[in-house]
């Protein structure tokens, strides 16, 4: 991390970071679509097998790879960052790399499907127990500690809900208990959000949405202090979860204009949720930066800005959804999100059977 950078705006800090011409002095990053790199003699061998940092074979590391994870890492104000084929990998690799047989986790009742399967359905099967709590109380998540619990959880804003989490309370309360905490700041993006700034120690991120931003790269990130994020590198050495340099490559593109997007992303979101309140059909609207969101105030004091994902209940119910869905003009039925296509989803029909208590509206 260079703090030098830390004063200017995201895109800035997105092109600075790893301004670094290649030998035909390029002005874009090379992609750099090898598998394997030579080595020249037994040292610089040596250099290229280091965890982390070696770039042998692109399972271990990639120079594309490397400079995204560079970026993401100086966005988000950390130590160090690796990437991963998907937000997903990026979050089983890290769920799997700091826990063992008899750990426990807490976690959120409200976080992205996916996250919670592999907590219950993978991890429960290696004896990892999982206790999910109402993520809007601090306390739930201090009540729901044991004497095993080894990390708390955290996704906020969450999807799809957009709940938030109180970071900061969050992550000196399990630093007070020696307990590691990971973010997912997927909905946030580091230019509305840095949960490094409030002590979390790993944050994960589904590069496919915002910073990608174009619907056309899966790929995952996660940032922290080097110690952490050896440990999960070498778990991903093992699992074969490494981010694809041609992956990694677009989203050193998209990341260039994340902070652009972003600001059209914060004004269209809050638009588009402030023309559902008003709407006599609509019963609910969940969007943090509404003076009526339960959580406001935290909202104001953790993020700069609440992004382009707007939740809302139909007054018609749960049926009706896919009637509205099928007459919008605009918006594409489809999941993904945060790239430049306008997208709408029904949560509870999309993931619902994915979910444990299959189906349930409630998850949104
Ligand atoms: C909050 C959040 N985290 C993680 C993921 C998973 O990311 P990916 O689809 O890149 O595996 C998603 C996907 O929607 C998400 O919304």
């Known amino acids: 991390m260079n703090p030098s950078l830390d004063h200017l705006a995201p895109s800035t800090v997105a092109i600075l970071t790893d301004r670094d011409y290649s030998e035909e002095l390029g002005i874009s990053a090379d992609l750099h679509q090898s598998v394997g790199y030579v080595f020249l003699n037994d040292e610089h061998k040596a250099e290229l097998t280091r965890p982390l940092t070696g770039m042998s074979y692109t399972r271990r590391n990639n120079p594309t790879s490397a400079r995204f ?7 988000e104000r950390a130590e160090t960052g690796m990437t991963f084929a998907s937000g997903v990998g990026a979050i089983a690799t890290t769920l799997t790399a700091l826990t063992d047989a008899g750990d426990h986790l807490v976690a959120q009742a409200s976080q992205f499907a996916e996250t919670t399967r592999f907590m219950e359905g993978v991890l429960g099967k290696y004896g990892v127990q999982t206790t999910r709590v109402d993520q809007t ?14 990390l708390i959880y955290i996704e906020t804003p969450s999807n799809p809900l957009l709940h938030l989490t109180d970071l900061k309370a969050i992550a000196d309360m399990a630093k007070a208990k020696g307990i590691v905490t990971v973010a997912d700041n997927t909905l946030a993006t580091p230019v509305n959000q840095r949960p490094h700034e409030s002590g979390i120690d790993i944050v994960v991120h589904s590069v496919t949405k915002y910073i990608g931003g174009h619907n056309d790269l899966m790929a995952g990130c996660v940032t922290g202090s080097r110690e952490l994020v050896e440990r999960i590198w070498d778990t991903s050495y093992t699992t074969g979860a490494a981010g694809a340099p041609f992956n990694t ?16 992303h914060n004004a269209n979101g809050h638009a588009i949720a402030a023309c559902l309140e ?26 700069s800005g609440f992004g382009g994902v707007v939740t809302f209940e139909l007054r018609s119910g749960y049926d009706a959804a896919h009637r509205f869905i099928e007459q919008l003009k605009i918006p594409t039925h489809s999941g993904g999100l945060g790239g430049i296509n306008s997208t709408v989803l029904q949560p509870a029909s999309f993931f619902g059977n994915r979910l444990p208590g299959s189906g349930s509206p409630r998850w949104g």
């Not at 008003?278 to 019963?283: C, N, Q």
Request: proline share 5%; no cysteine.
């Open 137 to 150: 109380s601090v306390d739930a998540f201090e009540r729901a500690i044991t004497r095993h619990t080894k």
């Open 249 to 264: 490559w677009l989203a050193l593109r998209g990341i260039r204009t994340l902070g652009l997007r972003m600001k059209q």
């Open 278 to 303: 008003r709407h006599p059909a609509v019963k609910a609207v969940y969007y943090p930066g509404l003076e009526s969101h339960p959580q406001h105030e935290l909202a104001k004091r953790q993020m």
């Open 69 to 75: 994870a560079k970026v993401m890492a100086q966005l």
